[in-house]
């Protein structure tokens, strides 16, 4: 095959004279090239490493200290103290043979300014921890920011001037603080209130005040224990427990979906859209590599977030184990894996040390797309197998992939950058029913037909046929957010910055000396094939029974809920609660997930968004009491989200907390009835908001049609629905609500048409009544940052 001369460098073979080299220039010329390119990140790293060390001072900056004391010493002063001449007293007996005196004196000078600035620059990241530590600047209200604020924004204006590399102020963010278990737990009792009855609330006081008395206090110090050591002491445990050790299917009870634009494709040429998508996703991992990315921060601020959840972002696979999985990353791979109807390709991405060009890659994908060969057998729908259920996942592969051709094919999907698909379907709002073909763009992106997408890999990339695309992303390496940075810079790139041709291909030029693509090759036995249409009946089972719904609410967007003077996502939030109520009568426990990247290696926290402010203005606006009662009990309701949000992201939520208790507990051996119900409840309504955090990459004023549909999840309770929303612009908001079909309690459409009223009925109760702009809004302070 045409690949495998390209794999070797030279041949040889035996004659009766010797042996007889043959050497491909051509093949060594490109090992030459990637070596350079392998050693140029080599050398990239080691700088980056240097420049985030000494952060928030610079390199050059130890060339200064030298030159001060040097020129104080030249003066006749020792600014020392005599910390030289001590160092020169205990330089190395050699030394002091072979330099002069006036060379010991140098030496012992450039110890002490080394040792100078280490010492200063330990105490600028100590200064700057401690200033990324304060938090009450998010608590203070529009017009009230106190003068500690005012002096803490400026000194974090000055420790920050220097251009940060991505990781630089990793070292520098403070670790998540355990709350005292008597706060959590009277936070816990305050948020089940409106759900329970009286007798039921006491029964569950009672439990927690047990607790609290008993094994409460020895599971908190073997927790403090732990973060005193740890990096953080939820993370580990949730990455594990939480996403790792489950062994149902990860396709929709765990993997998240992104869309592409609302209502424009740049290009209806599907290699092209994959040339261009490809691309930009390389550029992106090239800048992750050098850190060249800005770090993100809050929106608004100065204030940065943990970065952590980059490093695994490419390269990374989720394996299957009997009892838990095991998250693979790899270094830099210069290959993608590629699926096109049944079967798998690697596609070098990489030649003589160069990224290819949007055009050429292109041109290989066209080539896949061309290639008439059929699927081996048992090829087409190996990819169920990470659909399905674990654990048969796990047997398998061990058995019938961990050597041979099966072994290779397998790490080259693995080890891969990332996992394209190739979909031969057309997908989004087009054709007589745009708003059901959103919904099903939704369903195919969330499981397509649960064995063409590899939902084992950090994220998967799908192309339709008509140009459409979008991301399938495993959960368990990182939360939404990274992944939405990400995806805005793919979609921002393509459409903005790579372009295309006037008859939608892409720009730039081809070698038509490519190799082609590497067709990977199987040895499918019976067993595994069995297998493979086991997982694939319990994953199709599982698709099926999936309700979507994307609707785009154009009535009106931030920019007139802010004109209210409320915070966006409170009225959104207390907009779901009325709508939840309207549609099952009653009131749920309510996820509504908040970053915890204020803290180093921080992932998320939850905010119980259904609270007895909330509860109290749903039922008074359903009774139909006086506008002006319930314009007050909304007021109410605001600000209690808004406080609830800000003491997730400021590590005294509830549920991470309780969650660390339980684990302890259990490698304790021990039984808590309390911690038990309290992990046991289900939350009937999860929600979650993507963030817009790029829109500078988006032209929107002289583009408005370049708009993001966001992404969404599958239910998290059978019974339940699952409702993520992303705020775009000043007059849009998406949404996608998901729920099971086999639940006669829930439809997701009919759940969407009680949002939508939801959020019209609170807009007109606040917009007929002029003192509505007195209404506190979310805390302004941030705005001085």
């Known amino acids: 095959m045409a690949e495998a001369h390209q794999a ?16 491909s ?14 050693w140029k990140k080599r050398v990239s790293r080691m700088r980056n490493r240097v420049i985030k060390g000494v952060y928030p001072a610079s390199p050059s900056s130890w060339l200064f200290v030298v030159i001060a004391i040097l020129a104080t010493m030249y003066m006749r002063s020792d600014p020392s103290m005599g910390l030289i001449t001590k160092i020169q007293q205990h330089l190395p007996l050699s030394l002091h043979l072979s330099l002069s005196a006036q060379g010991q004196t140098m030496l012992s000078a450039l110890v002490f300014s080394t040792l100078l600035w280490l010492s200063l620059i330990l ?23 106190s003068n500690v604020t005012k002096v803490w924004v400026t000194l974090l204006r000055l420790l920050s001037s220097r251009k940060p590399l991505l990781y630089s102020y990793q070292t520098s963010l403070p670790h998540l603080p355990v709350p ?22 006491k029964r ?44 149902g299917p990860i396709m929709v009870n765990s993997n998240y979906y992104g869309m592409d634009f609302l209502y424009v494709t740049p290009t209806s040429v599907q290699a092209a859209r994959a040339g261009n998508t490809i691309t930009a996703l390389l550029l992106y991992r090239r800048k992750v590599n050098r850190e060249e990315l800005k770090p993100s921060r809050v929106p608004g601020t100065v204030i940065p977030l943990c970065a952590a959840q980059c490093e695994r972002m490419f390269n990374t696979t989720r394996t299957p184990g009997v009892e838990t999985d095991v998250l693979q990353h790899w270094q830099d791979s210069e290959f993608i894996a590629v699926y096109h109807k049944g079967r798998f390709f690697r596609l070098w991405v990489y030649r003589a040390g160069r990224l290819l060009t949007p055009r050429e890659i292109e041109f290989q994908i066209q080539r896949i797309l061309d290639d008439p060969s059929p699927p081996q057998p048992g090829e087409e729908k190996l990819g169920a197998l990470t659909a399905g259920d674990r654990v048969p996942w796990a047997q398998m592969r061990k058995q019938y992939f961990s050597s041979g051709i099966n072994k290779r094919s397998l790490d080259a999907i693995e080890r891969a950058a990332f996992f394209v698909t190739l979909d031969d379907e057309e997908q989004g709002m087009r054709g007589e029913d745009p708003a059901g073909n959103l919904d099903r763009y939704a369903k195919s992106l969330l499981h397509g037909k649960c064995y063409d997408r590899w939902f084992d890999k950090s994220f998967s990339i799908v192309i339709y046929k008509n140009g459409k695309s979008g991301l399938n992303a495993e959960h368990s390496w990182a939360d939404a957010p990274t992944v939405a940075h990400l995806w805005e810079f793919t979609l921002a790139t393509d459409a903005f910055q790579l372009k295309y041709t006037e008859d939608g291909h892409c720009k730039g030029e081809v070698d038509l000396t490519l190799p082609f693509p590497q067709k990977l090759t199987w040895d499918i036995p019976s067993e595994v094939q069995d297998q493979v249409h086991s997982s694939l009946a319990v994953a199709e089972t599982l698709a099926e029974d999936v309700d979507c719904h994307v609707f785009p609410f154009s009535e009106f967007g931030k920019g007139r809920i802010k004109k209210l003077r409320v915070s966006p996502d409170a009225f959104i939030q207390i907009s779901l609660q009325l709508a939840y109520y309207r549609d099952r009568g009653c009131f749920c426990l309510t996820y509504e997930a908040s970053m915890t990247r204020l803290f180093r290696e921080g992932r998320t926290e939850t905010v119980r968004s259904c609270s007895n402010e909330s509860c109290a203005f749903v039922k008074a606006l359903e009774r139909g009491e006086a506008e002006d009662h319930c314009r007050q009990l909304f007021k109410q309701a605001s600000e209690r989200h808004q406080n609830l949000y800000r003491m997730a992201m400021t590590g005294a939520g509830i549920d991470r907390h309780l969650f660390c208790l339980y684990v302890v507990s259990k490698y304790l051996g021990v039984e808590s009835p309390f911690l038990k119900e309290v992990l046991s409840e289900p939350w009937r309504l999860s929600t979650s908001q993507t963030p817009v955090q790029q829109m500078e990459l988006f032209d929107l004023k002289n583009h408005p049609e370049y708009i993001s549909l966001g992404g969404g999840f599958g239910p998290v309770a059978d019974d339940g629905y699952g409702v993520s929303y992303i705020i775009v612009g000043e007059d849009l908001i998406n949404f996608h609500v998901s729920s099971k079909y086999s639940c006669t309690e829930t439809d997701s459409h009919r759940f969407g048409a009680q949002i939508r009223k939801a959020l019209q009925d609170i807009m007109n109760l606040l917009s007929a009544d002029t003192k509505t702009s007195k209404v506190p809004a979310q805390p302004q302070a941030k705005k001085l940052l």
């Open 204 to 247: 569950m006081t009672e439990l927690a005040n047990h607790f609290e008395t008993n094994l409460g206090n020895r599971l908190q110090r073997y927790l403090k224990l732990k973060a005193l050591w740890a990096t953080n002491y939820v993370s580990d445990w949730w990455e594990e427990y939480i996403y790792l050790r489950g062994r």
């Open 123 to 145: 105490a600028l990241r100590f200064c700057l921890k401690l200033l990324l530590s304060y938090h009450q600047w998010m608590f203070e209200q529009h017009g009230r920011v």
């Open 8 to 23: 070797v460098a030279f041949q040889f073979t035996i004659t009766p004279e010797g042996i007889d080299l043959q050497l």
């Open 180 to 201: 005292a278990i008597k706060d959590t737990l009277s936070r816990y009792l305050k948020s089940v209130r409106p759900l329970l009855t009286d007798p039921d609330y």
């Open 25 to 38: 220039y051509q093949a060594l010329n490109q090992i030459y090239l990637s070596g350079v390119r392998s």
